[in-house]
């Protein structure tokens, strides 16, 4: 059975800091694209961060680039997405996903391509 979970979400101040942790199992971790996703009521999903198997390449969303950081320890099985100089725009739920993917793929930033989800964890960026 696999299973993400996701960890580290809070309530902090704009320009705040966070780290979100997504714990795996039932996974061969090494072997996936490892994904951040984001979602606010009402909206859609969206893409926010993901790193290839070997951590060789990474693919940000515009508005994340130079404030979010995607890393991932495949010892631990285990991906991070550390979170500065937050606004409250990145308000929403976080979701670490997974999914067999090539770097092509990955670059499409679509969420249908991944295979399994997390249940996600609240971040709230207060103004």
């Known amino acids: 059975q696999v299973q993400l979970v996701e960890s580290g979400g809070g309530l902090v101040q704009a320009g705040g800091s966070l780290r979100l942790s997504c714990a795996t199992s039932?996974?061969?971790?090494?072997?996936?694209?490892m994904g951040w996703f984001r979602q606010d009521p009402g909206k859609e999903r969206e893409f926010v961060a993901a790193?290839?198997?070997?951590?060789?390449?990474?693919e940000y969303q515009d508005s994340v680039k130079g404030r979010f950081t995607i890393s991932r320890d495949n010892a631990k099985k285990t991906v991070y997405l550390q979170m500065n100089s937050l606004k409250p725009e990145d308000t929403a739920v976080y979701y670490c996903?997974?999914?067999?993917?090539?770097?092509?793929?990955?670059?499409?930033?679509?969420?249908?391509?991944?295979?399994?989800w997390g249940q996600g964890t609240q971040v709230t960026v207060s103004s």
């Open positions: 996903a997974a999914g067999y993917l090539d770097i092509a793929t990955m670059v499409r930033r679509g969420s249908r391509d991944y295979d399994y």
């Open positions: 039932g996974l061969a971790f090494s072997a996936y694209t």
């Open positions: 790193i290839y198997r070997s951590a060789s390449t990474t």
